[in-house]
C-alpha cells in the first residue's frame, strides 16, 4: 500500500478482553457475595440468545466518538476495537493490531496490522481505514482526554504494513488513548445509527428507549462470541427491571442494590458481586453559593458518615473513598485519604459558622432518577446533612435530563453521580477537574492543581508521574472539591444455567464469554 502521512491538527473539544475459549472463565461457588467476578463453572456450551437489563438508554447516537455515556460505552464496547484493547486483568492487549512496539525514547509507537480483521459489513480492514478513524477521532471526538492526547500526535502513517506513530513529545499513557481509537470503516456514514466495527458482536438493530439488540459475528478475527444474540432491554423504571427479573423476561442484570439483589436472587439466579469502578461522590458546584466557598465543602465533607451511608444502603458492601481515583488504580490510590474527613457532626457545625452559615443553609441535589444506588444514598445524605442545619431537598430527574442541563448544562446546585475512567490512565479521572477542562462540570479552578496535573500529563518517569497524580488528588481532598463517598459495588445477576461473566478494572461489559452451560 502506497505510504501515506500526515499530520493531525486538533481543536479542544467537549467531551477484549484477554482472549480465551468459550467457557475458559475462572469458576467460583454459586451465589453469595463476595465472588472473584465469575459465575459457577460447567461444560460451556456455544450458542443461545441472552436478554440484559440495562437502567439507560444509549443517548442519540451510536457514533463512536461522540459516545459521552459511561452506560454507551460498557454496552458498546462489545462492537468496537482498537489497535489495542484492554483485558479483565487491567493489561492492554493487541487488537486490530497483531503487536505494537515503543521506541526507547518513547515517541515511536509501531502497530503491525493484523492480517484477515473484518468488518461487520464484511470489508476488510486496511490502513486506510484506521488513518481515518485516527483522522476523524481527532477532529470529533467529544472527548477532551483524547483529544489531547491524539493533539501529541506529529506524525501517522503506514509503512510495511504497519501503523507507525510518532509523537512530537513523549507520552506514558498514550496506549491508553490509541485503545479508545475505535477502527471503523472509512468514509462511512451511518455510525451514530448503524455502528459497523471489528468487535466479536454486531448491530443488528436499535429501538429508542426499547433496545439495542446484537448477534455474534462470525468472522470475528479472534475467539467468537459463545452467544449467538444479545438484547439489551432499557428499564428506566427499577421497579418494571425487578418484575422483568422476577418474571424471568430477563436473563442478566448489573449494576443493582443489595435490596434488589435480595428481592430477586433465590434460587433463579447466580449473584456475582465487584466493584463498579467509579468515584460516587455528592458532586459540588463549585461556582455557586455557598459551594464557592471551601470551607463549607470541608464542613459537608465532616457532615457526612460514609461508613454509615454504605451500612445502609449496601449492607457493608462498596469501597470508601476519599478523593477521584478508585481502588482499581492501586498504585495512584491513596487509602489514607478515605479518612481525611472523620464523621464530626461538632467540627462541621463549627466551621459553617466560620463560613457565615452558622444558620445552615438550603440546597438541592439533583440525581438521575434511574439510578438506585444514586438515590438510596442522595436520601442518606439528606438525613445526615439536616443535623448540621443544612436543608437539602432531592430533585429527581431522567437521564437524558441530567445530561443536557446538569452534566453539559451546569445547571445545578449537587448532584449524586458517579464517573468512571474511559482508560486504565489516572489522568482519565483526574483531567476532568482541571479548570479549562470541558467535562469539569463543578466548575473546580484551582491553579495549584492545574499546575500539578499538567506537570504529571507531561511526566515520562513513571516513579515521578505517579508522585504528581497523588498530588493532585490531595489536593482535591484538602480543598473538599466534593463530598466524596464511594466505589460502589456492583451486583450482577446471571441466571443459572449462564457463565463466564467477568469484571474489568473499567466500566465495560464484555459478554463475549459469556455462555450457558450443559
Given at each position: 500500500m502506497k505510504k501515506r502521512i500526515f499530520a493531525l491538527f486538533l481543536s479542544v473539544l467537549l467531551l477484549g478482553s484477554v482472549l480465551s475459549a468459550c467457557g475458559d472463565a475462572q469458576p467460583q461457588e454459586e451465589g453469595g457475595f463476595g465472588s472473584d467476578g465469575t459465575s459457577s463453572s460447567g461444560e460451556a456450551v456455544t450458542g443461545g440468545e441472552l436478554v440484559v437489563g440495562i437502567s439507560q438508554d444509549l443517548g442519540d447516537s451510536l457514533d463512536p466518538y461522540q459516545m459521552t455515556a459511561a452506560g454507551t460505552r460498557e454496552v458498546l464496547f462489545n462492537i468496537y476495537e482498537g489497535l489495542v484493547k484492554p483485558d479483565a486483568t487491567g493489561s492492554y492487549v493487541?487488537?486490530?493490531?497483531?503487536?505494537?512496539?515503543?521506541?526507547?525514547?518513547g515517541l515511536t509507537y509501531t502497530f503491525p496490522l493484523r492480517e484477515g480483521v473484518l468488518f461487520h459489513n464484511g470489508e476488510a480492514v486496511t490502513a486506510d481505514d484506521v488513518l481515518y478513524s485516527f483522522e476523524t477521532c481527532a477532529a470529533t471526538?467529544?472527548?477532551?482526554?483524547?483529544?489531547?492526547?491524539?493533539?501529541?500526535?506529529?506524525?501517522?502513517?503506514?509503512?510495511?504494513?504497519?501503523?507507525?506513530?510518532?509523537?512530537?513529545?513523549?507520552?506514558?499513557?498514550f496506549l491508553c488513548y490509541v485503545a479508545k481509537v475505535y477502527i471503523v470503516p472509512a468514509d462511512y456514514a451511518e455510525q451514530a445509527t448503524s455502528p459497523v466495527g471489528t468487535g466479536p458482536f454486531r448491530f443488528v438493530s436499535r429501538s429508542v428507549q426499547e433496545n439495542l439488540v446484537v448477534e455474534k459475528f462470525a468472522d470475528y478475527w479472534g475467539t467468537p462470541a459463545c452467544l449467538d444474540k444479545v438484547t439489551f432491554k432499557i428499564f428506566e423504571d427499577a421497579n418494571a427491571l425487578?418484575?422483568?427479573?422476577?418474571?424471568?423476561?430477563?436473563?442478566?442484570?448489573?449494576?443493582?442494590?443489595v435490596d434488589q439483589v435480595d428481592a430477586v436472587a433465590g434460587d433463579q439466579f447466580n449473584v456475582l458481586e465487584g466493584t463498579m469502578n467509579l468515584v460516587q461522590a455528592l458532586y459540588l458546584n463549585n461556582a455557586v453559593e455557598p459551594f464557592d466557598n471551601e470551607q463549607v465543602r470541608q464542613a459537608m465533607c465532616y457532615a457526612v458518615d460514609v461508613d454509615a451511608i454504605l451500612a445502609l444502603t449496601a449492607d457493608g458492601h462498596g469501597a470508601k473513598l476519599g478523593t477521584s481515583i478508585y481502588p482499581a488504580f492501586s498504585k495512584y490510590f491513596d487509602e489514607s485519604l478515605n479518612d481525611a474527613y472523620p464523621y464530626d457532626v461538632e467540627k462541621a457545625k463549627s466551621l459553617l459558622e466560620e463560613a457565615g452559615y452558622g444558620d445552615g443553609f438550603d440546597m438541592?441535589?439533583?440525581?438521575?432518577?434511574?439510578?438506585?444506588?444514586?438515590?438510596?444514598?442522595?436520601?442518606?445524605?439528606?438525613?445526615?446533612?439536616?443535623?448540621?442545619?443544612?436543608?437539602?431537598?432531592?430533585?429527581?430527574?431522567?437521564?437524558?435530563?441530567?445530561?443536557?442541563?446538569t452534566y453539559v448544562?451546569?445547571?445545578?446546585?449537587?448532584?449524586?453521580?458517579?464517573?468512571?475512567?474511559?482508560?486504565?490512565?489516572?489522568?482519565?479521572?483526574?483531567?476532568?477537574?482541571?479548570?479549562?477542562?470541558?467535562?469539569?462540570?463543578i466548575n473546580y479552578n484551582n491553579p495549584e492543581y492545574d499546575e500539578v496535573m499538567a506537570q504529571a500529563n507531561a511526566c515520562t518517569d513513571e516513579d515521578e508521574q505517579t508522585a504528581l497524580y497523588k498530588q493532585a488528588a490531595q489536593i482535591l481532598s484538602d480543598t473538599a472539591a466534593n463530598v466524596y463517598i464511594q466505589d460502589l459495588a456492583d451486583?450482577?445477576?446471571?441466571?443459572?444455567?449462564?457463565?463466564?461473566?467477568?469484571?474489568?478494572?473499567?466500566?465495560?461489559?464484555?459478554?463475549?464469554?459469556?455462555?450457558y452451560v450443559a
Amino acid at each position: 500500500m502506497k505510504k501515506r502521512i500526515f499530520a493531525l491538527f486538533l481543536s479542544v473539544l467537549l467531551l477484549g478482553s484477554v482472549l480465551s475459549a468459550c467457557g475458559d472463565a475462572q469458576p467460583q461457588e454459586e451465589g453469595g457475595f463476595g465472588s472473584d467476578g465469575t459465575s459457577s463453572s460447567g461444560e460451556a456450551v456455544t450458542g443461545g440468545e441472552l436478554v440484559v437489563g440495562i437502567s439507560q438508554d444509549l443517548g442519540d447516537s451510536l457514533d463512536p466518538y461522540q459516545m459521552t455515556a459511561a452506560g454507551t460505552r460498557e454496552v458498546l464496547f462489545n462492537i468496537y476495537e482498537g489497535l489495542v484493547k484492554p483485558d479483565a486483568t487491567g493489561s492492554y492487549v493487541p487488537a486490530v493490531a497483531s503487536d505494537y512496539t515503543v521506541s526507547e525514547d518513547g515517541l515511536t509507537y509501531t502497530f503491525p496490522l493484523r492480517e484477515g480483521v473484518l468488518f461487520h459489513n464484511g470489508e476488510a480492514v486496511t490502513a486506510d481505514d484506521v488513518l481515518y478513524s485516527f483522522e476523524t477521532c481527532a477532529a470529533t471526538s467529544v472527548e477532551t482526554d483524547l483529544v489531547e492526547a491524539l493533539s501529541a500526535i506529529q506524525s501517522i502513517g503506514e509503512e510495511d504494513g504497519a501503523i507507525v506513530i510518532t509523537l512530537s513529545e513523549p507520552s506514558p499513557a498514550f496506549l491508553c488513548y490509541v485503545a479508545k481509537v475505535y477502527i471503523v470503516p472509512a468514509d462511512y456514514a451511518e455510525q451514530a445509527t448503524s455502528p459497523v466495527g471489528t468487535g466479536p458482536f454486531r448491530f443488528v438493530s436499535r429501538s429508542v428507549q426499547e433496545n439495542l439488540v446484537v448477534e455474534k459475528f462470525a468472522d470475528y478475527w479472534g475467539t467468537p462470541a459463545c452467544l449467538d444474540k444479545v438484547t439489551f432491554k432499557i428499564f428506566e423504571d427499577a421497579n418494571a427491571l425487578m418484575s422483568a427479573l422476577s418474571a424471568g423476561s430477563v436473563d442478566m442484570a448489573n449494576h443493582l442494590t443489595v435490596d434488589q439483589v435480595d428481592a430477586v436472587a433465590g434460587d433463579q439466579f447466580n449473584v456475582l458481586e465487584g466493584t463498579m469502578n467509579l468515584v460516587q461522590a455528592l458532586y459540588l458546584n463549585n461556582a455557586v453559593e455557598p459551594f464557592d466557598n471551601e470551607q463549607v465543602r470541608q464542613a459537608m465533607c465532616y457532615a457526612v458518615d460514609v461508613d454509615a451511608i454504605l451500612a445502609l444502603t449496601a449492607d457493608g458492601h462498596g469501597a470508601k473513598l476519599g478523593t477521584s481515583i478508585y481502588p482499581a488504580f492501586s498504585k495512584y490510590f491513596d487509602e489514607s485519604l478515605n479518612d481525611a474527613y472523620p464523621y464530626d457532626v461538632e467540627k462541621a457545625k463549627s466551621l459553617l459558622e466560620e463560613a457565615g452559615y452558622g444558620d445552615g443553609f438550603d440546597m438541592t441535589i439533583t440525581v438521575p432518577s434511574n439510578y438506585t444506588p444514586h438515590m438510596n444514598v442522595a436520601e442518606v445524605l439528606v438525613e445526615q446533612l439536616a443535623q448540621v442545619g443544612i436543608r437539602a431537598t432531592i430533585e429527581p430527574v431522567e437521564w437524558e435530563t441530567w445530561l443536557s442541563d446538569t452534566y453539559v448544562g451546569r445547571n445545578f446546585e449537587s448532584t449524586v453521580v458517579g464517573f468512571d475512567a474511559a482508560t486504565l490512565s489516572a489522568g482519565a479521572l483526574l483531567n476532568r477537574w482541571m479548570s479549562d477542562d470541558d467535562s469539569n462540570m463543578i466548575n473546580y479552578n484551582n491553579p495549584e492543581y492545574d499546575e500539578v496535573m499538567a506537570q504529571a500529563n507531561a511526566c515520562t518517569d513513571e516513579d515521578e508521574q505517579t508522585a504528581l497524580y497523588k498530588q493532585a488528588a490531595q489536593i482535591l481532598s484538602d480543598t473538599a472539591a466534593n463530598v466524596y463517598i464511594q466505589d460502589l459495588a456492583d451486583f450482577v445477576l446471571l441466571k443459572n444455567g449462564l457463565d463466564g461473566y467477568s469484571f474489568y478494572p473499567l466500566y465495560v461489559m464484555d459478554l463475549s464469554t459469556v455462555h450457558y452451560v450443559a
